[in-house]
């Protein structure tokens, strides 16, 4: 979505607007075209000219999104029997063995870390709910996800926002910056993951 095109949305959907498309982008697996980070951003920027509380703001939109994983849990958790029961071409027995013992090993960096990563945000929970990770488990690093994810983001786009007040003409190549940031342990994991160049 077009940076500048974004101020005067989050604008008119406000608090409730903001809440609905996190909550969508983590909780709904087509959700994840979503503008979550973006939205976060711009709303931080404003909030630094005083249309938003930021304090509000991050305990709302943290809500939000513990709330949209947890769905996206137990959505997953609804679904996984039934897949687990069958072999399909997405859906094979031994891709979810490796998945929960990914999430058995790496439950921080899967729950967490994912948070920061555009579209596996989305994916990240259903996953965790198909391989019957622990719930309790689950929540904790849900939670610290969140308040991480949230804060971070928003308060980097009120800090930006109170210091460079200009900057708001220049949201697109924010934007930009900020979405390639959030790419950048994808691609880490990629170029870790190739194979081997033979001599």
């Known amino acids: 979505m077009h940076g500048l095109a ?19 982008e983590s909780g709904v697996f087509f959700g994840f075209f979503l503008p979550g980070a973006s939205m976060l951003f711009t709303a931080g920027l404003l909030a630094s000219h005083g249309l938003f509380n930021p304090w ?6 943290s809500l939000a999104a513990v709330l949209g ?19 399909t071409r997405f ?18 960096l899967a729950i967490v870390i994912a948070r920061f990563i ?9 996953v965790a709910g198909i ?20 804060g971070s983001i928003t308060f980097l786009g009120y800090n930006l926002g109170a210091r460079f ?8 190549p924010a934007v930009i910056v900020l979405v390639g940031v959030t790419l950048i342990p ?6 870790r993951n190739l194979p081997a160049k033979r001599s």
């Open 131 to 150: 391989t019957g990770m622990r719930y309790r488990r689950f929540l904790s690093y849900n939670i610290v996800g969140a308040v991480l994810w949230v």
């Open 91 to 108: 859906f094979r027995h031994e891709h979810i063995a490796r998945a929960r013992a990914f999430y058995e090993r790496h439950g921080v």
């Open 6 to 24: 974004l101020i005067p949305i989050v604008k008119l959907v406000g608090y409730p607007g903001v809440f609905a498309v996190v909550f969508f």
């Open 165 to 172: 007040p200009f900057i708001q003409h220049y949201l697109t």
């Open 69 to 87: 994983d947890s769905a996206a849990y137990w959505f997953g958790n609804k679904i996984g029997a039934p897949l687990l029961e069958r072999n």
């Open 118 to 126: 555009p579209i596996v945000r989305t994916f990240a929970p259903i």
């Open 56 to 61: 509000a703001l991050t305990i709302l939109i």
């Open 186 to 191: 994808i691609i880490v994991h990629a170029y």
